[in-house]
């Protein structure tokens, strides 16, 4: 008995110090990056979703070489599963390559066929930007063609409807749907503004709108979007760590309304 107590003594101070070399080369990076990027921060480590293998495999399938959105695609999809229980269609404005309306399409798997997710997106890059988007963007930026982003999510086609073209131009043919779940990814002020005021209306009741680009410096047209949409509905704009501002509809909701 005393040598087994001797071994588990002794494989606790192995894990012990294999933990503490992990944590102190941690604390090293944390320090690098603070010397090398001021103002940017590592998240806490050690977080479960970083080992769902499910989620790692979409991941290294469209994480295009870096980690940065792992978080943020992952927080998508878990809202995704929420409004999967929910009446109505998905949507999202902005698809770039498709690996956020992929998650969309997987999140609705099990749900009713009639159920579609509908994808709206120039597919020639962004707009011009106007003044009150600042610097970081040009026309054309983000550019990806239908076809490379139809045989990224062939497995999902009978649930995909793609309409190409700029926002708001091809919105009328979903206006008499409704939608569990919208997400808006396109950086820019004006078609954010022509998103929200159009699909806020066809949220069902506890629907979720997410806007990807809210809580980043180099989109502040899509936050100032939503900031002045918001202003005047009872909804709050909760804007996470992740970047993302999230809007939960309540329909009857006049004032004070809570998400819970």
Known sequence: MQNFGRRLANVARLFSSARHRADTRYRLAEGVLR???????????????????????????????????????????????????????FAECGVYRGATAYLLARALGGAAPERRVHLFDSFSGLSAPGAVDGGHWRRGDLAVGLAEVRAALAEFLPRIEFHPGWIPARFAEVAERRFALVHLDVDLYQPTA???????????????LVCDDYGFETCPGARRALDEFFAEKPEPVLNLPTGQGVVIRRIGCQTGCQTG
């Open 194 to 208: 022509d998103a929200v005021a159009f699909f806020y209306e066809r949220l069902v009741d506890r629907g979720i």
């Open 35 to 89: 010397k090398l990027v001021p103002g940017q921060h590592l998240a806490e480590d050690r977080r479960w979703f970083f080992s769902e293998p499910d989620y790692a495999a979409f991941y290294e399938r469209f994480g295009e070489g870096n980690y940065r959105a792992y978080d943020r695609r992952y927080t998508l999809a878990q809202f995704a599963r929420l409004a999967a229980g929910l009446p109505g269609d």
